[in-house]
């Protein structure tokens, strides 16, 4: 499966704006880049603090996931991603402990990565993406 590590954590937000009042005005992060996924139908802020990464994640339109995930539960957290060499190796061996993703395939993500999701459903209630490419830990 490879290695795998935290990578960071995504807080679904109505406005990445609003939410700096608190993570930078409050908590000192600093955004260190800001890029729009089209792919995911998100515009994303990644705060680095230490070995920790929080991104700011703010949909695009109503149809975007994540416009409808704060639809349904409010801004908060989205989801927690581990990084990994072998994305779909790691998915092999979730599948065979009974743990399913939401895609069959890849999706592009922030920063270049390739991601994918495994379904809350199955992961007691948590979204958990597994991401591999550059600048992965």
């Not at 409050?26 to 515009?43: K, L, N, P």
């Not at 070995?51 to 639809?71: C, G, M, Q, R, Y």
């Not at 790691?90 to 379904?119: Q, W």
């Amino acid at each position: 499966m490879g290695v795998m590590s935290f990578d960071h954590i995504g807080i679904a937000v109505e406005s990445i704006e609003k939410a700096l009042g608190l993570f930078e005005g409050v908590f000192g992060f600093r955004v260190e880049e800001t890029e729009t996924v089209e792919a995911q139908g998100v515009r994303v802020a990644k705060l680095h603090t230490g070995k920790t990464t929080v991104e700011l994640i703010e949909p695009l339109n109503a149809d975007s996931p994540v416009a409808k995930f704060i639809e349904k539960r409010g801004e908060g957290i989205h989801h927690i991603c581990f990084s990994t060499d072998d994305a779909m190796a790691a998915v092999a061996v979730a599948r065979k402990a009974g743990f399913e993703p939401l895609t069959e395939d890849l999706k592009p993500g922030a920063s270049g990565k390739k991601v994918i999701f495994l379904n809350p459903k199955t992961t007691f209630k948590t979204l958990i993406e597994l991401s591999q490419g550059p600048g992965c830990r």
